[in-house]
């Protein structure tokens, strides 16, 4: 295999150094360091962090490859820092069997670009009825360690309870999509102010936290792990805080998407943004902030989920919910989330603040850690494996829809300009993207 330098990179935002990658590994981390036959790439000045890790990416295949691919999806991955993605289940045939979670994880593999990790399917078909295979998929090629419904709800308390005794002898996660459906049928977006004003039928925020707090009870009950997609509310943030500090055993996720935008942008009509769950409030946007920034939500996952211009580019009521995430992910955080002082002064104002290694933590490691990844979310150190991305912390980037590796274009950005752009990304030590292009 090729050897590499990194000349000048900055890990985690320290002092340049050179990172020398050899047969997949990092070899060596010191300034001067150097191979013989290496490639030089010069990296200097820009961050080096471990490759990023989505725990929630919709990659469509098998069933709609209209919208996306496994191949389409990585590359997008790949361009947005990610080395690792973990693929929802809600595809077509349902990744519900050994059969469909092993030809995904197979699908990635070849396509090269990052590692794809199946989610399976909690309930056969996604129905809600019965448990899937969950110990079939667990034993299958692809190792399945997280099962998810999403896009649905585990609503049935009784199939919750055993879907958590039955991943917790091979230490597996639920992750569920906390939406009570009884509360939010017919639902178009957030309850309150603004779904009063356009008279759009609202999806509460009680849906959401009533769902969190009874399973955060079961997660205790059982002693199983459970994972909770895109929090959106501050009640959930409070239940959360709550269940954490009894020693419960849960994780959560927060959006970019929750992280930045809010209801008050469906005054436009544009269903681009129609999401679920729906975007919330001022409020709520401040509470999410905060709570990824104490550790209360652990976690960054984008819910990358791709829709046609036909599913998408209708009126608000029967457009399909969602919004592209991959390659927009790692710019929001930075313009939310970490301290200007570290991009020049390009972020937003506000309290809650992260440096590098705290995205590192919450976009890298802690992911990889929760999805059970090994060989991902470890900072690039001597023999560690180099999956890592280079970021350019003073480029601004103005998000458009003709650098969009997706087949889908339902990205809510465009024409925002955010700051910081992934110039590089390597997995398992070879380059998926270069100079800011992917290349494969
Ligand atoms: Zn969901």
């Known amino acids: 295999m090729s050897s590499f330098v990194l000349t000048g990179a900055r890990i985690l935002g320290a002092a340049k150094t050179d990172i020398v990658i050899t047969d997949g590994v990092v070899a060596e981390v010191a300034p001067g360091a150097s191979a013989p036959g290496a490639t030089r790439i010069d990296a200097d000045g820009l961050v080096a962090l471990p490759g990023l890790v989505d725990l929630h990416t919709h990659l469509r295949e098998p069933g709609r490859e209209d919208a996306e691919t496994v191949e389409s999806g990585s590359r997008a991955a790949a361009l947005g820092g990610y080395t690792a993605v973990c693929a929802m289940a809600n595809t077509d045939p349902v990744a519900d069997t050994a059969g ?30 019965r448990l899937a295979e969950l110990g079939a998929m667990a034993d299958s090629a692809a ?15 009784r199939l919750m309870r ?28 957030h309850e309150g102010e603004w779904s009063a004003r356009l008279g759009l039928t609202g999806w509460p925020a009680v849906a959401e936290e009533a769902i969190i707090a009874r ?27 709550w269940a954490k500090a009894r020693g419960i055993r849960v994780t959560a996720e927060v959006t970019p998407h929750h ?25 709520d946007v ?17 819910d990358h989920a791709p829709h046609t211009v036909e599913d998408k580019e209708c009126e608000w009521p029967y457009a399909r919910p969602g919004m592209l995430g991959l390659q927009t992910a790692l710019p929001v955080v930075l313009h939310t989330m970490l301290d200007p002082a570290l991009l020049d002064g390009g972020g937003e104002p506000g309290p809650a603040r992260l440096d590098w290694d705290g995205v ?48 889908s274009r339902n990205t809510p950005y465009a024409g925002r300009t955010l700051p910081g752009r992934v110039v590089a990304t390597f997995l398992a030590g070879a380059p998926t993207v270069l100079d800011g292009k992917a290349q494969r």
């Not at 469906?266 to 679920?276: C, L, R």
């Open 215 to 241: 399973d955060v009870l079961l997660a205790e009950h059982v002693g199983a792990r459970l994972h909770i997609c895109h929090v959106s509310t501050a009640g959930s943030v409070e239940i959360l805080r």
């Open 286 to 302: 401040a509470a999410l902030r905060a709570a990824l920034a104490d550790g209360v939500v652990d976690v960054v996952a984008t």
């Open 360 to 407: 590192a933590e919450r976009m890298s490691r802690r992911p990889a850690r929760i999805a059970g990844l090994a060989g991902h979310g470890r900072d690039p150190a001597p023999g560690v494996p180099a999956n890592l991305t280079l970021v350019d912390p003073a480029a601004r980037v103005t998000v458009d829809g003709g650098e969009i590796a997706s087949r």
């Open 143 to 157: 190792a399945v360690r997280i099962f998810s419904d999403d896009g649905h709800c585990v609503s049935d308390p």
């Open 100 to 129: 469909v979670v092993e030809q995904v994880y197979r699908l990635g593999r070849d396509a090269g670009l990052a590692h794809v990790q199946p989610i399976g399917a909690v309930t056969v078909g996604l129905a809600g009825e």
């Open 162 to 189: 055993r879907a958590l005794e039955y991943v917790k002898a091979f230490d597996g996660v639920i992750a569920q999509h906390a939406e009570e459906p009884r509360l939010t049928a017919g639902a178009q977006m």
């Open 259 to 283: 992280l930045l935008l809010t209801d008050a942008l469906a005054e436009s009509y544009d269903p681009v943004f129609k999401v679920n769950p729906p975007l919330r409030t001022d409020a």
